[in-house]
């Protein structure tokens, strides 16, 4: 079945951070319900992706990149045993691509990084940005900053660099714990979702076009 969860294929012992939840009895809890409805019901993930009518776009936004965000943080988490310093020592996918980090405080300029030492500073950086009330507002009545898409967008942009290592590293260990068809969910649905709404650049997804091509979006 296309929408089982992946807590029943992964341990969840395992995750790589800390689940960020929705307050229940919020619209975002609300929201997030919708969506998880839809995935379950087995519809066509491009049709699950898309805008329910009279919802604000930032709300569906935000609901997903934290969704996202907790899903490729479980696959990581998983992974993580397989992904090294020694095995790992670049953050990259394959040859062709190579991933530095930057960010506001210790690495100010792009630095080479190691996947697991990557992965570190992305879960971490993504985690501050969600609970971040001024970028991520949970309360009734407080609006999204002018940026809100644009921080999304630089999130979502680097959770698909996970995806991409990954796939191109580490599936043949997905494939050994017989969760390719999960991940192949996961990113299915993902890369739908970035694409109904434009939030990361069409360069970016190179590494994994061949993949995605006939999937359409």
């Known amino acids: 079945?296309?929408?089982?969860?992946?807590?029943?294929?992964?341990?969840?012992?395992?995750?790589?951070?800390p689940r960020k939840k929705f307050e229940p009895g919020t619209q975002r809890f609300e929201l997030y319900k919708k969506a998880q409805a839809s995935l379950k019901s087995g519809l066509d993930l491009k049709a699950v992706v898309q805008l329910p009518p009279g919802e604000s776009i930032n709300d569906?936004?935000?609901?997903?990149?934290?969704?996202?965000?907790n899903r490729i943080n479980l696959i990581y988490g998983t992974m993580s045993e397989y992904c090294t310093e020694k095995s790992c020592p670049i953050m990259s996918g394959g040859l062709k691509y190579e991933y530095r980090w930057q960010d506001d405080n210790k690495y100010k300029k792009p630095t080479k990084l190691s996947a697991p030492q990557y992965m570190c500073m992305l879960m971490?950086?993504?985690?501050?940005?969600i609970n971040?009330?001024?970028?991520?507002?949970?309360?009734?009545?407080?609006?999204?900053?002018?940026?809100?898409?644009q921080v999304c967008t630089k999130i979502l942009t680097r959770l698909f660099r996970v995806f991409v290592h990954v796939y191109i590293h580490h599936f043949d260990s997905i494939i050994n714990m017989g969760a390719e068809a999960h991940v192949n969910t996961c990113y299915k649905h993902f890369y739908y979702f970035i694409r109904e709404f434009s939030l990361v650049d069409h360069r970016e997804l190179e590494p994994l076009v061949r993949m995605s091509q006939g999937w359409g979006g």
């Open 1 to 17: 079945m296309m929408a089982l969860c992946l807590k029943q294929v992964f341990n969840k012992d395992k995750t790589f951070r």
């Open 60 to 69: 569906w936004i935000a609901v997903h990149v934290v969704d996202f965000f």
């Open 124 to 129: 971490d950086w993504i985690e501050m940005l």
């Open 132 to 149: 971040n009330e001024d970028i991520f507002p949970t309360r009734i009545g407080v609006p999204f900053p002018k940026q809100f898409q």
